[in-house]
């Protein structure tokens, strides 16, 4: 009966090794989906219409233009620190099979895709989580 708990105990660490694990995972697919949407991407230019605060960051909200038609979006990849003034130009690279797809370029050519966040510290966390079961498991 003693052992019940330590079985709980047991789930409860490998279901989050394996959440941290999944969260890396979704990242660096989306990771992967951008460089692939950046590797066909075509540039338009555009000017930013609005900016927001989202978690301390300036998001911009930008209108360009594609094959005649007016867009507005968020750039899938946000540049971290960046400042943003409505009314500023920018250069987007849109994705050509999506328009509505779009990132803001720095400068001409810099559209860097994000590295996953904290891919290397979930995953560590990750692992210790697994072996601390294992652990358990030894000791039980």
């Known amino acids: ?11 409860v660490l490998v279901a989050a090794a394996v959440a941290l694990v999944t969260r890396v995972l979704w990242s660096a697919r989306g990771a ?19 900016v927001a605060d989202v978690d301390g960051q300036a998001v911009p909200t930008v209108r ?17 620190g960046k400042r943003y003034l409505v009314g500023q130009p920018v250069d987007v690279r849109y994705d050509p099979e999506e328009p509505a797809w779009m990132t803001v370029e ?19 966390a990750a692992g210790v989580l697994v072996l601390a079961a294992v652990l358990l498991q030894l000791l039980a």
């Open 106 to 124: 720095s400068v001409q050519g810099d559209a860097r895709v994000p590295r996953p966040r904290h891919a290397v510290a979930s995953t560590v």
């Open 1 to 11: 009966m003693a052992a019940m708990p330590v079985v709980v105990v047991q789930v």
């Open 32 to 50: 992967t989906d951008a460089r692939r949407r950046l590797a066909r991407a075509r540039t338009a230019s555009g000017e930013v219409i609005a």
């Open 64 to 80: 360009y233009h594609v094959a005649g038609a007016r867009l507005e979006a968020i750039p899938r990849t946000p540049r971290p």
